[in-house]
């Protein structure tokens, strides 16, 4: 006899097949919960014999109702993991985003053996790993990589990236999801707007039948305006590492600061003149940040921007403040 205290008794396990669905898919529910609670012994024992014969019943419901209370568990048998993890989908799906009993290698082979709907469950997960994230990158379906790419807790590496690009190079909207991610590295967005940019320049040429030169000069203006806002949401320090690389090719001038105040990006442009006098960024952000017009008129002039650029850029920061 198979007794779970306060609960329920059976005879034997193969009693279950007996009894009514509803009846069995309560009977997963307080499995289920005993499995997630703290307490161990006799219960624990007697719940994970019934969990095993439950999470293989004949009815989804019953299968279902176990999955849901075994997301809590902190450790299941991998017997057990399996079972659920590569069920049906209305099984599978609340189990694989939520479980706790889940292990990387073991999220891995799910993705890289199961159907599109594991792997989309597993790129929702939240903390996802960047061994997992490069997985659902590697072998995931359009719609998982999608998720993936909008997952804000999915640790996102170079190879990651890399790999999205070579296997879905021409999904644009893809592409713009995995720029305005904030935890990417400046060049990784910087080329993902470069690739944006490149698809806009095409569809301008043949769609409106515009030159090559106008359309270059569209595109590198949607450019730079796309990368700054993505790039306003990096932290500070990669902020800095690609504004200085941009200084050092001599590429960092006035216009570079009059896209940054035309796009409301005011970090960058105190950013690029703290660059500009090499001087720390928190030693001059309090002095923009006064709104006094002669405090950054004599910034500015200590950039060496002439007299006629500075009048122009100051008339851009305050459209932006005021």
């Known amino acids: 006899m198979v007794v779970l205290r306060d609960t329920f008794a059976v005879k034997d396990v193969e009693d279950l097949k007996n009894l009514e669905q509803s009846a069995r898919a309560e009977i997963a ?105 490069f997985a659902v990158s590697d072998v995931g379906c359009l719609v998982a990589v999608d998720k993936l790419a909008v997952n804000d807790s999915a640790d996102l590496s170079r190879r990651t990236f890399d790999k999205v690009i070579e296997r879905f190079p021409e999904n644009m909207g893809l592409m713009e999801k995995l720029a305005a991610r904030a935890d990417l590295p400046t060049q990784v967005i910087e080329d993902l707007v470069f690739k944006v940019s490149q698809s806009f320049g095409k569809m301008l040429i043949e769609k409106y039948g515009i030159s090559n030169d106008y359309s270059s000069y569209l595109v590198s203006l949607a450019n730079r305006q796309v990368f700054s806002r993505a790039l306003e949401v990096s932290p500070l320090p990669e902020v800095e590492n690609y504004l200085s690389q941009l200084h050092a090719r001599h590429h960092l001038g006035s216009d570079v600061l009059l896209t940054y105040l035309q ?34 008129a004599r910034l500015l002039d200590s950039v060496g921007f002439s007299k006629s650029v500075i009048g122009v850029l100051l008339i851009s920061y305050e459209r932006l403040v005021y």
């Open 263 to 296: 796009n409301n990006n005011l970090r960058l442009f105190t950013m690029s003149i703290a660059v500009l006098l090499h001087k720390p960024y928190d030693k001059i952000e309090p002095l923009v940040a006064t709104r006094e017009k002669k405090v950054l």
């Open 29 to 133: 529910r307080k499995v289920g919960h005993i499995l997630s609670s703290s307490e161990d012994g006799a219960d624990q024992k007697a719940a994970l014999e019934l969990a095993r014969v439950l999470a293989e019943d004949v009815a989804i419901s019953v299968r279902e109702a176990l999955s849901k209370e075994l997301r809590a568990c902190i450790f299941l048998p991998e017997d057990l993991l399996a079972t659920i993890a590569r069920d049906v989908e209305q099984v599978s799906m609340p189990f694989l985003v939520a479980s706790q009993a889940i292990d990387d290698d073991f999220l891995e082979e799910i993705v890289r053996s199961c159907g599109d709907s594991h792997q989309e469950a597993i790129a929702m997960r939240n903390g996802l790993s960047e061994a997992v994230s």
